[in-house]
């Protein structure tokens, strides 16, 4: 089976969404790349019946190389997103509730934390299109330059990263960071950390972090 470790590190991703709520029903797509085949979650198949064989692997131009079943119907924006971003390795979309509510109402995400520093900066929200069109994967790309999330307009979020854990984790911490200020700018106006500051923590963060050791 080609893509295997990847198409089961996508199902134990989804199901992990999907207990912690920032996915609901079959909404969001979760893909994994290596090379010139993308792992991409299949449509409208429900996360707790998701297994590794029904995980497609499609090659960049869209073409199927090993799927059972039809691809997630935003299978262009991630494919948009890997050709834009080649160091990107996996993508996950979600509908999480506190993005998508932000996502109406903003566009962008301010420096309300520190975190917005992880992104690159504050994140932006890509223009509403319909899903599954080539104009919400631009839209999407260009709302992703120099930055690793972003929100989609009246529809969830974004995150890319080098491997699936970091992209499933940015997923985590964007949805604090937009229930953060959903929080604080509903009992007045939240006070906004200046872009220097942004900078000096994005220094920290990028030496932040340790293994464990082995035994």
């Known amino acids: 089976m080609l893509l295997h470790d990847a198409r089961e590190a996508i199902v134990n991703t989804c199901h992990e969404l999907s207990r912690t709520g920032l996915v609901v029903g079959t909404a969001g797509n979760v893909s994994v790349r290596e090379g010139d085949l993308v792992a991409v979650t299949p ?53 999480s509730l506190a993005a998508t509510a932000l996502s109406a109402l903003v566009d962008e995400v301010p420096a309300v934390h520190y975190y917005v520093a992880m992104f690159g900066g504050p994140v932006l929200v890509a223009p509403y299109a319909t899903y599954g069109t080539q104009e919400l994967a631009r839209n999407v790309v260009r709302a992703l330059r120099d930055r690793t999330a972003c929100l989609m307009g009246n529809h969830g979020a974004v995150t890319i990263g080098p491997d699936l854990a970091t992209a499933h984790d940015k997923s985590v911490y964007l949805e604090w960071l937009c229930d953060a200020y959903l929080r604080a700018s509903s009992a007045g106006t939240p006070r906004l950390l200046p872009p220097a500051e942004i900078a000096a923590v994005a220094v920290k963060l990028a030496g932040y972090g340790q293994q464990p050791p082995t035994t």
């Open 43 to 95: 449509s409208g198949v429900r996360y707790a019946e998701l297994t590794p064989e029904l995980v497609g692997v499609h090659r960049l131009d869209g073409t199927a190389a090993e799927a059972p079943l039809a691809p997630t119907s935003e299978l262009p924006l991630h494919l948009a997103i890997y050709t834009a971003r080649p160091e990107a390795g996996a993508v996950v979309h979600t509908h």
